[in-house]
T-cell receptor, first 121, second 112 residues
């Protein structure tokens, strides 16, 4: 099956610094990727939709200047947490939707990265 | 009413039991349905994917979709301690670029 790789899996940083998380689709092209945040024992919370070659679409309540998303190619999206603070500590997960049906307009499976645990001191 | 509702659990069963996990939804436009398993501190892992009503079987897992009643189920036969995880249902309308809508997840514990 399709693989989505996320890096780093674990990062600790000091308050005020910026952290970049990468999400790559390894064996399929993803024009759209999604970024989520997950707190302990809670479900996934969609933060933004990353569109290749255009601006990301952010969910209500998510600060676009704080969570910078860049989708530079069909296989790579990055999330940068700028000026991180302890309240930004969380588990960040990306996903990409791929299709092996080869049919335009058909739905595809959603594959997730392994997640990145951010701890801001 | 939330778009997707799921029994929150937690659910504890003895090893070998049959587990039934359920989700209901309100949006009749949903066409694609998935079940994910998520271990603690890991990304969700795709278990089952279907886009038609009826049953789909894969090993010990069976996914059931009833579009007329707007509910989906995941059955786990001969449950194992390694099945202990949080199970998320997800669904989407027929639009390739759309995100899936997730249920809140059911935490399952299979006791040896």
């Amino acid at each position: 099956g399709a693989v989505v790789s996320q890096h780093p899996s674990w990062v600790i940083c000091k308050s005020g610094t910026s952290v970049k998380i990468e999400c790559r689709s390894l064996d399929f092209q993803a024009t759209t990727m999604f970024w989520y945040r997950q707190f302990p024992k809670q479900s996934l919370m969609l933060m933004a939709t990353s569109n290749e070659g255009s601006k990301a679409t952010y969910e209500q309540g998510v600060e676009k200047d704080k969570f910078l998303i860049n989708h530079a190619s069909l296989t790579l999206s990055t999330l940068t947490v700028t000026s991180a603070h302890p309240e930004d500590s969380s588990f960040y997960i990306c996903s990409a939707r791929g299709s092996f049906l080869g049919l335009a307009g058909e739905g595809g499976e959603l594959f997730f990265g392994e997640g990145s645990r951010l701890t801001v001191l | 009413q939330k778009e997707v509702e799921q029994d929150p659990g937690p659910l504890s069963v003895p090893e070998g039991a049959i587990v039934s996990l359920n989700c209901t939804y309100s949006n009749s436009a949903f066409q694609y349905f998935m079940w994910y398993r998520q271990y603690s501190r890991k990304g969700p892992e795709l278990l089952m994917y279907t886009y038609s009503s009826g049953n789909k079987e894969d090993g010990r897992f069976t996914a059931q979709v009833d579009k007329s009643s707007k509910y989906i189920s995941l059955f786990i036969r001969d449950s194992q301690p390694s099945d202990s995880a949080t199970y998320l249902c997800a669904m989407s309308a027929k639009n390739y670029g759309q995100n899936f809508v997730f249920g809140p997840g059911t935490r399952l514990s299979v006791l040896p």
